[in-house]
């Protein structure tokens, strides 16, 4: 007999697939709250250089954080073409910069691997998992480790 945990597993994961240049990333779909088009952010001063800035959303302000340059992989030059993931971290609500949504993925156990371990221990933070699915190897976003402790106060 399986208990419910058991059966979400075996019933696979669900996950919201992206790119980050030439990257493709995920995050669970129960942390996603919305996707959007981009819309031009209001920077603030003294923010780190990965929030873009905020924008009003539906009377909430909201943070933007581009991925691209929280990963060490460049800043985005932000178009129409961009989009906005709204995730949930924590108790805050945050909104990542993407360059585009790319599928749902429903994961079973099997394609779900540990983080290889590597010379640098931010990439073991950063990510949760790697998905391993035909030809694509595609890494799962830590929500918890993107966002720093300090800037999640101020969210």
Same mark, same amino acid.
């Given at each position: 007999?399986?208990?419910?945990?058991?059966?979400?597993?075996?019933?696979?994961?669900?996950?919201?697939?992206?790119?980050?240049?030439?990257?493709?990333?995920?995050?669970?779909?129960?942390? &996603?709250?919305?996707?959007?088009?981009? @819309?031009?952010?209001?920077? *603030?001063?003294?923010? !780190? #250089?990965?929030?873009?800035? /905020?924008?009003?959303?539906?009377?909430?302000?909201?943070?933007?954080?581009?991925?691209?340059?929280?990963?060490?992989?460049?800043?985005?030059?932000?178009?129409?073409?961009?989009?906005?993931?709204?995730?949930?971290?924590?108790?805050? &609500?945050?909104?990542?910069?993407?360059? @585009?949504?790319?599928?749902? *993925?429903?994961?079973? !156990? #099997?394609?779900?691997?540990? /983080?290889?371990?590597?010379?640098?221990?931010?990439?073991?933070?950063?990510?949760?998992?790697?998905?391993?699915?035909?030809?694509?190897?595609?890494?799962?976003?830590?929500?918890?480790?993107?966002?720093?402790?300090?800037?999640?106060?101020?969210?």
């Amino acid at each position: 007999m399986h208990d419910e945990n058991e059966q979400a597993v075996v019933g696979g994961e669900e996950f919201i697939a992206f790119r980050v240049g030439e990257q493709e990333f995920c995050v669970e779909i129960t942390s &996603t709250r919305e996707i959007r088009g981009w @819309s031009q952010a209001t920077r *603030l001063p003294h923010s !780190p #250089d990965y929030i873009v800035g /905020v924008i009003n959303l539906r009377g909430t302000i909201l943070p933007i954080m581009d991925l691209s340059a929280r990963l060490g992989m460049g800043m985005s030059a932000p178009s129409e073409r961009h989009v906005i993931i709204v995730v949930q971290v924590r108790d805050k &609500t945050i909104g990542l910069l993407v360059d @585009s949504v790319s599928d749902i *993925l429903d994961v079973g !156990p #099997d394609h779900l691997r540990p /983080v290889p371990e590597v010379s640098s221990d931010m990439s073991t933070e950063m990510f949760n998992r790697v998905i391993v699915l035909d030809k694509r190897i595609i890494c799962e976003i830590c929500l918890e480790s993107i966002m720093p402790e300090q800037e999640m106060q101020a969210a």
